[in-house]
């Protein structure tokens, strides 16, 4: 029975870290751009695009989610409960300093610095790490 519950558990925290992750990260990033545009509205398609990518950890979850769905909770529980707890934790930091990594290129973007790459690459740092996660998941 305890097994079971862990199983649910893990489940239920890998698809609600990483969904809390891509939240938090796009809020912030989302509240940089509400700024931004008082100061530079012309390139407001640049801070939808930035305040857009920490969305992806959320689905990195929901895809290891629907993966780790079908399984036997009572024969795969604990194993769950361990992959749940380390992709939706990784999924959960990665969006939200994502989220911080986009803010501040959005503001840059706001001053009138071309960025806009820059920031994209080193957005996707943290989500490379995410992506290890779910590949990690995927192979246990």
């Not at 769950?80 to 990784?90: M, P, R």
Request: net charge neutral; aromatic share 8%.
């Amino acid at each position: 029975m305890l097994t079971l519950i862990l199983g649910y558990l893990g489940l239920g925290l890998m698809l609600s870290l990483a969904g809390i992750g891509s939240t938090i990260g796009t809020t912030i990033a989302g509240n940089a751009a509400e700024g931004a545009l008082k100061l530079n509205p012309e390139a407001s398609s640049t801070y939808m695009i930035l305040s857009a990518l920490p969305a992806t950890q959320g689905l990195y979850g929901f895809l290891a989610f629907i993966l780790w769905l079908g399984r036997d909770f009572a024969a795969d529980g604990i194993k769950l409960f361990c992959i749940g707890i380390g992709v939706g934790l990784v999924c959960l930091l990665s969006a939200i300093r994502q989220g911080q990594v986009c803010a501040n290129g959005i503001v840059g973007v706001s001053q009138g610095h071309n960025v806009m790459t820059n920031t994209l690459i080193y957005a996707a740092l943290p989500e490379f790490y995410a992506i290890l996660s779910l590949i990690a998941a995927i192979m246990i």
